[in-house]
């Protein structure tokens, strides 16, 4: 996170946008061409982020990552149809070893009321959501954004 959209440095910017934007897009572009070159076709699976439909000052730079994320998943989803499909998961707030302290948090005790389901989401939550794109159960889905986040989006 950023102290603030003014208070953000050029650096930090770049640092957030390279490894939340041009990394997937780089890997993504080399990945499915590989797969559409060896004619077995495959799956694309991106990890976005409620903070691009919901950015606040503290997370803009993440946030216009993750919005570019998107757009590059419908963007990749048409370019390497029909032996490729490319989707993504937009998460929200989920347990993690990372998270645990920001989960016992004031802040997050707060901001668990708003949303519908009253808490963070569990890992296995997530890997369900995973395992449903990249699987052949989801062979009719590209360029889906499935919003993975217990309603948070609304909060």
């Known amino acids: ?33 590989r797969m559409v ?40 989803a048409k370019e390497f149809a029909p032996s490729v499909r490319v989707n993504a998961i937009i998460a929200g707030p989920f347990l993690t070893d990372v998270s645990k302290l920001w989960a016992q948090s004031p802040e997050f005790a707060a901001r668990k009321e708003r949303i519908p389901l009253r808490r963070a989401g569990n890992a296995d939550e997530i890997v369900a959501a995973a395992l449903y794109l990249a699987g052949g159960g989801a062979s009719y889905t590209t360029g889906a954004l499935l919003t993975v986040d217990g309603g948070a989006w609304q909060a």
């Open 1 to 33: 996170m950023a102290p603030s959209s003014a208070e953000t440095s050029e650096d930090l910017w770049d640092k957030i946008l390279s490894v939340n934007l041009k990394g997937p897009f780089r890997l993504t572009a080399l990945i499915a061409s």
């Open 37 to 76: 070159a060896r004619g077995r076709g495959g799956a694309v699976l991106n990890i976005s982020s409620i903070a691009a439909i919901r950015p606040t000052p503290e997370t803009a730079p993440y946030s216009a990552a993750k919005a570019g994320l998107n757009a590059l998943t419908l963007a990749f």
